[in-house]
């Protein structure tokens, strides 16, 4: 199993770059970061500054979509990232979340979704496309160097027809189910749905985003964690059933968290009983990180990304890292 770190792009320049520098040193093998649109610093921009600053992360959006960009954009932008990081770059790619609201946008319809990898992939090959799509029409579009790029396409994926769908292209799935195993295990099995529908030979690797913090204070690290499980009952509430959140309490928090980014749930969140936020997010010492990474090894996860939150992000990346060793003998 790998080990990841996943960041929104918020800190400096010069700070992100010494970041990066530090999760390389501490012998992570991804780095993903966000685009968030008006919530973060350009993505691109910043993955040339990771390219730069490392020589052996795999480097990718976690996740782009084909709503605040044509798909051709994106296509031209990973490529230019794989060429600068020699041959590093990942495309994350997903419907969008709730950030699109305040673009008066929704998130794509997987219809959408499907056509923009397809027309990403077409590209890549040295094909001249023509195709009018759900969201966006390609004419007699080609790429000038593409290169017969191989950049793998990783989907971000919660609900079940995605995970079907990421099952059925993608190379890869970004899995946002919390940690809890129950509810891994309920999506992975979607995912081969997917791979079974497809007649592939492999399922995607799979790579689940550990969002919280990991610290010897735990009332902090919970503190930490909140936020994001809040997320769940508002995108996703079948993993909140399997994580024991009774539907009422489900509807309340969805009734106080309308949009936005995760941390702006921080009323909902309030409402949310510790247990729940234990199983969804990192929160707590390093004892329960341990316990997390132990379930993902022993469901079949491929890699586990950890998205640090809280005041100090790169402790929680340096002890997540060293619970990661201690479980998997790296």
């Keep these: 199993m790998l080990s990841g770190v996943a ?3 918020v800190d400096a320049p ?3 770059e010494s970041m990066v520098e530090e999760i390389e040193g501490g012998g992570y093998d991804e780095l993903w970061l966000t685009d968030s649109s008006l919530h973060a610093r350009y993505v691109y921009a910043y993955l040339t ?3 730069r600053h490392s020589r052996r992360l795999r480097l990718g959006t976690a996740v782009t979509n084909p709503i605040t960009r044509h798909p051709a954009i994106t296509a031209t932008a990973i490529l230019t990232i794989d060429e600068i990081s020699n041959g590093r770059a990942v495309l994350g790619i997903g419907a969008g979340d709730r950030p699109l609201l305040a673009l008066g946008s929704k998130p794509a319809p997987l219809k959408q979704l499907e056509a923009g990898i ?4 077409r590209l890549w ?3 001249t496309v023509t195709m009018q799509a759900p969201g ?3 004419d007699d579009a080609h790429l000038r160097d593409h290169g017969g790029s191989k950049i793998p396409i990783y989907m971000s994926a919660s609900g079940p027809k995605t995970l079907e769908l990421a099952g059925r292209i993608a190379d890869g799935v970004i899995l946002l189910a919390g940690l809890h195993p129950e509810g891994v295990q309920w999506a992975i099995d979607h995912i081969d749905r997917g791979v079974e529908k497809a007649h592939r030979a492999a399922r995607p690797k799979v790579t689940v985003f550990a969002y919280g913090a990991v610290d010897d204070d735990e009332d902090k690290a919970l503190a930490a964690g909140r936020t994001i499980a809040a997320w769940f009952p508002q995108t996703t509430p079948v993993y909140c059933e399997m994580a024991g959140l009774s539907s009422e309490l489900v509807k309340q928090v969805r009734d106080l968290y309308a949009g936005g980014e995760f941390q702006e749930a921080e009323q909902a969140a309030r409402l949310l009983p510790d247990d729940f936020v234990h199983r969804m997010s990192l929160a707590g010492g390093k004892d329960r990180a341990r316990g997390h990474i132990k379930n993902m090894l022993e469901v079949g996860v491929d890699c586990v990304s950890v998205f640090p939150l809280g005041d100090d992000r790169m402790k929680t990346v340096r002890y997540f890292k060293e619970c990661f060793d201690a479980v998997t003998g790296s």
């Excluded at 397809?118 to 992939?121: G, P, S, T």
């Design 118 to 121: 397809d027309a990403v992939r």
């Design 7 to 9: 960041l929104q792009p």
């Design 14 to 16: 010069s700070t992100f």
């Design 136 to 138: 966006f029409v390609l």
């Design 125 to 127: 090959s040295g094909e």
């Design 49 to 51: 500054l990771a390219a």
